[in-house]
Structures are given as C-alpha cells and as structure tokens.
C-alpha cells in the first residue's frame, strides 16, 4: 500500500492528474455538448457539416509539415536546456506557418472550384481557409508546455479551449446552423492563443532567430517522416467518411456514420492523455532500455485491462446509450458502433501506445513502413467492404486496418526494447 500511495503521489506531483483530469471534463463537455447539438441541427445538416470537415481534416493532417512532432521529440531530448528549446521553436514555428500558406491555397481552391458530392459543404470549406493557421500556433503552444513539463498549465490550456468552442458552437448554431461550428473553432483557438500567450506566457517567435545548427536537418527529418505517419494513420478514420460520401453521398447516412463514431472516438482521449504524459520520459530515457521494457509492461497490463472493461460495457450496452444521447433516428449507427466499440480496446491498448514509443526509439522509418501498410490495407478494406455492406463495412474495414498495425507496431516495440541497454553510447535507433 505504501508503494502504491509513492506511485500516485509522483503521478499527482508531476501533473498526471491534472491531464487525465483535464481530457477527461473536455471528453464529457465534448459528448454532452455533441449530444445538444444533434438535437439543435438536423440530420441533414450534421451530415453537410461531416463531409466538409472530413475533407478540412485530411489537408490538415499536412499542417506545418509534422514540425510539432519534431519540435516535441528533440526538445524532450535536451531536456532543461532553455536556450536550446527556444532557438528549435522559433525556427520550427516559423517553418510551420510557411508550410500551411499551401494549405491555405488548398482549402480556398477546393472550396470555389473542386466538384464536390454535396454542394452545400462548399462554403464551410471556403469558411475553414484560415484555420490552418491557428491551429498550428495552438498546437505549438501546448508543445511548449508539454516540452517542459508544465501540466498543469497544459491541462488548463486544454480544458479552456473545449470550453470555449462548445459554448460559441452551441449558441451560434441556433442561427448559423452547421456554420456555428467552423464559428466556434475559430473562435476557441484564437482566444486559447491568446490565454497561452498573456496568461502563461508562451513565447514561439524569438526576434534573435538564432539557429539550431546540425539539428535543423534532424529536425526537419523527425517532422517529415512523423507526418508521414501520423497522416497515413489519421487517414484510416478519414476514409471511411470520404468513400461513403462516394458511394453513397446521403447527408442521413454521413450522419449516422459520425454519431456512431462520437463515443468510441471521445474515448480516445485516454490512450492520448496517458501518452502525454508518458512520451517526455520515454523520449528522455530511450537508451535505457530496462527502464522502458519495465514502464511499457506496466502500463499495457493495467492499462489493457480498464479498456477491457471500457469496450464490453459498450457493446453490451450499445442500443441503450445509442437511444437516450443520439435519439432514436440514429439507431441504424448501433452495428457500427459496437463494431467501433471493439476497435477502441484493440487501437487504445496496443497501437497508439506501440506507435508513439516507436518515435521515442527513433524508429521512424518502421513507423512509416507500418503507415504505408495500414494505408494500402484500409483503401483495399474500404473499397470493397463498403461496397459489400455499406457503414457497417467502413467500420469492419477500420478494425482490420488497426489490427494489423497494432501487430506490426507492438512486436517490432518489444524486440527494440529487448536490445541491450546502452545509456554510454549515444547511437540512435534508426530503424
């Protein structure tokens, strides 16, 4: 018991509590709030606003070129070197917003010209041009304060912005309609931005721009190869929208498909919370490598066990919960949402954890071979499995894809971690 009591006390010192706690209040916020608006909105116009924001949610995936990954992993790396932190930021942060005046182009281009199967989706596209902008410089704020440890900070810098966004979402939505949305985005970013900036004091841009040396090269290499692979990962998700609204382009339908997917996607917040946390250490200690094989088992045992239970109460309970939050028009979404529900434990347990301890080891191109695997997989899996049996195929086809990636990922994890320890050395694992 006292050992125990030592544990959550170090988890409560160095501000585990307060992210789990923070991402915890957003989920609910998130899935309350998202329960109100789909009785605010109608189907039709959730489903307008589901297509728009899924093609938004692929340009973005390209947003500064992954440099938020790079600017994690090397500034975790020269932990306690201040100056070093701010020269890799400013230079990082400057590149990044360069980067998204492409996205930028992208949005406004597909926005006026690109055909597109529900035209009513054409001005929220229009609308979400300038986004790439503030998000990215939102993102690079809470880098900075997970970079150095500040989680408590982190966890407020969340919690205010999910705030924020419900509150102007769902008041604007009585008048702008799906609009209020892309209204609410804005609007939480920009003044999450400027809480990080005049409250916590975050400062980005240096007017020194001294640079980074050698490591501009690493840095830039992290970024690209990151970006590869979190955007082939995040395209599992965003392809199952994008080739129902091919196929089947009814806004019931998208709609159906999005609800089905809020719970088991909210829940994601706890593998993201938990490796929030965990990534600065890992990153910081990826040559010691009893101390990761130690930390990894523990944390899949007790940790695979709550999604266990998380996932059975789901499916068991799925109509239930499908009925009394989405109402009963949405109760075609009960199939995929169970198959969804499955999906969590398998993702949340073994892939997410595997592939972000994959880049503390530096074992970037394996991340990228299992990217391009999973990607290949998931065009194959929903060419054919929507075709066959429709939502409920994108969603079989989404299980597929982070099952086979989980596998890959977790075994090539647990032979890394079972080389021999070699702190003396500085050789990095590339992989």
Same mark, same amino acid.
């Given at each position: ?11 409560? #010192? ?18 309350? $709030? ?29 947003? +500064? ?51 597109? #199967?529900? %035209? #009513?989706?054409?001005? @929220?596209?229009?609308?979400? $041009? ?34 924020? *966004? ?7 939505? *009585?008048?702008?309609?799906?609009? +209020? ?16 900036? *005049? ?10 721009? %001294? ?34 609204? @091919? ?21 994601? *917040? ?7 946390? @965990? ?42 919960? /499908? ?62 499995? @929507?075709?066959?049996?429709?939502? /409920? ?29 070699? #702190?003396?050395?500085?050789? %990095?694992?590339?992989?």
């Amino acid at each position: 018991m006292n050992n125990i009591m030592s544990k959550v006390k170090t988890l409560l #010192k160095t501000g585990f509590f307060h992210i789990f706690g923070a991402s915890a209040i957003n989920k609910v916020l998130a899935f309350l $709030c998202n329960i109100v608006l789909l009785h605010i909105i109608s189907k039709p116009e959730y489903g307008v606003f589901t297509y728009a924001w899924n093609i938004y949610s692929i340009v973005i995936l390209f947003s +500064g070129m992954g440099i938020t990954s790079g600017i994690l992993q090397l500034c975790s790396e020269h932990a306690g070197d201040e100056e070093y932190q701010k020269r890799a930021t400013d230079y990082g942060t400057r590149f990044g917003l360069r980067v998204n005046l492409l996205l930028f182009a992208i949005l406004l281009g597909i926005g006026l010209f690109a055909p597109l #199967k529900i %035209e #009513k989706s054409r001005m @929220i596209l229009i609308a979400t $041009c300038l986004m790439p902008f503030v998000q990215l410089y939102f993102e690079l704020i809470n880098i900075n304060l997970r970079v150095k440890k500040l989680n408590s900070r982190f966890a407020k810098m969340q919690l205010s912005n999910t705030v924020i *966004f419900y509150a102007v979402s769902l008041s604007s939505a *009585f008048i702008l309609r799906e609009m +209020g949305l892309v209204v609410g985005h804005y609007v939480s970013w920009i003044a999450s931005i400027i809480i990080g900036v *005049f409250v916590f004091k975050v400062s980005l841009l240096s007017s020194k721009r %001294e640079s980074i040396g050698s490591d501009k090269g690493a840095l830039l290499k992290i970024s690209l190869i990151s970006m590869t692979n979190n955007s082939l990962s995040h395209l599992l998700y965003l392809l199952d929208v994008f080739v129902l609204g @091919i196929v089947d382009p009814q806004e019931t339908i998208l709609a159906s498909y999005k609800a089905a997917t809020l719970i088991p996607t909210a829940l994601t *917040f706890i593998p993201a919370s938990l490796m929030t946390y @965990i990534y600065p250490y890992f990153a910081q200690h990826r040559l010691d490598k009893k101390w990761c094989r130690k930390y990894y088992r523990m944390t899949v045992l007790g940790f695979g066990a709550f999604n266990m239970l998380v996932s059975g109460v789901l499916v068991i309970l799925a109509p239930f919960i /499908v009925k009394y939050t989405y109402g009963a028009q949405y109760l075609d979404c009960v199939p995929v949402f169970r198959i969804l529900s499955v999906n969590y434990f398998i993702a949340a347990t073994f892939r997410t954890l595997s592939s972000n301890l994959l880049v503390t080891q530096r074992a970037l191109k394996f991340n990228l071979f299992v990217a391009i695997v999973s990607s290949v997989v998931n065009l194959i899996a929903d060419y054919f499995f @929507i075709q066959w049996w429709g939502s /409920v195929g994108a969603a079989f086809a989404t299980v597929l894809v982070v099952l086979v990636s989980s596998i890959l990922s977790t075994t090539y994890l647990i032979i890394l971690l079972n080389k021999k320890d070699d #702190k003396s050395k500085e050789t %990095e694992v590339r992989s």
